[in-house]
């Protein structure tokens, strides 16, 4: 294990996270709030111990995946354990175990929160919430990457940590560069966003925090009711947005270079986008009788869709209150996610098609036994390796989620709630269902539960195995 090129990135990322805090204090000065000096304080430490951890060269700069897994979960641990500072120093959130919950779910956009008046939050603190979406959308360690001399070649190693899905691939063939136009087409679709809200005449300092939440596909709202109270007009921005943010960005940059035939060609896009529009088209014909028109409907069923297809969490209303089978198609939803390559969370379209096309390969080796038909995607055709590892991130996944809800059945809640809690956190969705419905926080569960949430956070955000790498102990051995 190479200690010191980690202790190196994990001095970068409390650099990044120092800068970053210093936008809420940007806001304290502007709105007049007191709490900026927090912070501050919290960006000077973070300058402090990132600059020492940084500074000092190390022997060996080349790193493989296992240094990345752990570089990678250790930093978005670090992340989070300075982030929620700034809420214990304010006292906005007094509870440490409950500030590491919302920074948390924050930096994983996630999503879900602990508190059930949001609205009591200053200005600082909400836009400060906002902005862990934005960061942890894309990735933390995509962005230093893109601003950062690491590594060479071995930055790969970081991005598979990282990035979400079954593979990762260069874009160009610099992986600084790749990280460079993926945080460009970020940045553009954030900013667009922004003007459409504020087109429609949505408050700056809300279309800022909305547009950052849903480019990450976060879902922090800075309002009670979530999204409820805005405009159809804002309501119907935020829903296309979400869409765009769940698509693999790939898509983008091949639309870019004029290579249409290249982003046509990218299956999981397609599949992606059909199950939007049927299960809209199916929730609207459930939920129509809820309404008092048509069009409220559809604008109601295809924005809970894509929030919870593109693992947001923005709420226009109470999904809890609509039929079972809209219910159970949301539930769906929230497993399978949006596209890898995107911001949007889940366990990724494009795992369901190679194990769907797995299945078919198999079934066809029964009736044609000598048979040697082989596994393709967007016309090529995929390695063993990549489907055995998409196998058994699923196992992964499957053992995970069936502890988690072990633990957290040791409450005595209803079965839907725990179910759906679970579910929402390493799917990295938001609210679940019942008593962590999107009416309701998830501040009732014990300090236990949240702790089992706070991984499933993680977990679901990196994709399961840069975790668990924690918790082998060959890994730690020294080179």
Known sequence: MNLSIIRRILGYVLVLESALLLAPWIISIIYHEEQGYAYIIVAGICLAVGGALAIPKPKKTVFYLKEGC????????????FGCL???????????TDALFETVSGFTTTGSSILDDVEALSHTALLWRSLTHWIGGMGVLVFIMAVVPLAGGSNINLMKAESPGPSVGKLVPKMKETARWLYVI????????????????????????????????????????????YSPYVQWVVAIFMIFFGINFNLYYFLLLRQVKKALAIEEVRY???????????????????????????????????SLMTSTGFTTYD????????????????????CSGSTG???????????????????????????????????????????????????AFVIIFIVSLL?????????????????ATINNIGPGMNMAGPSESFSFFTPLSKYVFIFDMLAGRLEVFPVLMLFNPRVWIKR
């Open 70 to 81: 752990v570089a990678t979960a250790l930093s978005w641990i670090v992340l989070s354990l």
């Open 86 to 96: 700034p809420f214990l120093i304010t006292k906005e959130i007094p509870s440490f």
């Open 186 to 229: 970020y940045l553009v679709i954030t900013v667009l966003e922004f003007i459409f809200l504020a087109v429609g005449k949505m408050p700056l300092f809300d279309a800022l925090c909305t547009s950052i939440a849903t480019a990450g596909t976060g879902g922090f709202g800075i309002k009670a009711d979530s999204l409820a109270s």
């Open 272 to 306: 992606y986008i059909g199950a939007i529009l049927a299960a809209t088209a199916v929730v609207t014909l459930n939920t129509l009788h809820l309404f008092s028109n048509v069009s409220d409907a559809i604008r109601t069923a295809a924005f809970q869709v894509s």
């Open 319 to 338: 999904y809890d209150a609509f039929p079972s089978l809209s219910k159970t198609i949301f539930l769906l939803l929230m497993t399978v996610g949006a």
């Open 345 to 395: 969370g889940g366990t990724k379209i494009s795992r369901f098609v190679i194990m769907s096309k797995t299945l078919v390969k198999e079934f066809h080796s029964y009736v044609h036994p000598k048979s040697v038909k082989k596994i393709k995607m967007d016309g090529n055709t995929l390695s063993d390796n990549l489907v055995r590892s998409t196998s058994m991130y699923f196992f």
């Open 407 to 423: 633990l957290v059945s040791i409450e005595g809640n209803d079965y839907a709630t725990n179910f759906s809690a679970v579910l």
